[in-house]
């Protein structure tokens, strides 16, 4: 994992940025690749599978996938119950467009980043095939079958301002989004305890660290292992 230094965080819904459309991506510089680190870090820290710059307030077309993604089911059952499961590498997908999708759809269930904790069923092409480029700026195909079109089109649709809410019925998206709601006020209520609590802990420190998000989350990579992955 790199450097925790970020600047940015994951932005939850009903946040105006994930309803932006993103722009592409011109420049393939050392901003770009600082970005991608970055979202790499904060995808992992939420131990999610996924993340579009749109999640944290960039309007690029700029997604991270963990190769985890593309793997059987039987392949990612093994990695999610071993000890220390390798995720595989962070692939970025930049400028992505899709090629080819399959008509049949399947419904599985879903997670986002933006909407912790908040599981819904989407139905999705079982297929497809997008071209991209690299972080260097080079041509890329990639293939995505079942969870891995899933993973794919969940992250596309962040980059044109769309969320996974939106594929629902009326009563279904109310009822996410009054999960999401719920869901959101128990974790702001547990954040400011510990903020409480380590506030206490911090006054003697002369300099004052970033917000203790970050450190919240520690330790807790083991005990969340084997949840549906978020994206
Ligand atoms: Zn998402």
């Given at each position: 994992m790199t450097s925790p230094q970020t600047k940015r965080k994951i932005l939850t819904y009903?946040?105006?940025?994930?309803?932006e459309e993103a722009q592409a991506v011109e420049r393939f510089d050392e901003n770009l690749k600082a970005l991608f680190e970055e979202m790499c870090f904060l995808m992992h820290e939420s131990e999610g599978v996924g993340l579009a710059a749109t999640q944290v307030?960039?309007?690029?077309?700029l997604l991270v996938l963990s190769s985890?993604?593309?793997?059987s089911e039987e392949e990612r059952k093994q990695v999610t119950e071993s000890e220390d499961g390798d995720m595989g590498e962070d692939l970025a997908i930049i400028n992505p467009k899709v090629l080819e999708q399959s008509e049949d759809e399947l419904i599985d269930f879903e997670g986002c980043l933006s909407f912790p904790d908040v599981y819904i069923k989407v139905k999705r092409p079982s297929w497809v095939v997008i071209t991209a480029q690299d972080i260097e700026g080079n041509p890329i195909e990639l293939r995505g079958e079942g969870f891995g079109a899933r993973a794919i089109l969940h992250e596309m649709d962040h980059l044109n301002?769309?969320?996974?809410?939106?594929?629902?019925?009326f009563l279904a998206k109310q009822k996410a989004l009054k999960d999401h709601q719920r869901i959101q006020k128990r974790l702001a209520k547990k954040r400011a305890e510990e903020n409480g609590s380590s506030a206490q802990n911090q006054t003697s420190k002369v300099n004052k660290t970033k917000s203790s998000h970050a450190k919240s989350k520690k330790g807790s990579s083991k005990a969340k292992k084997g949840q549906k992955k978020k994206r």
């Open positions: 009903p946040n105006p940025y994930l309803r307030g960039e309007s690029l077309q985890y993604v593309f793997l301002g769309k969320v996974m809410t939106d594929h629902l019925s």
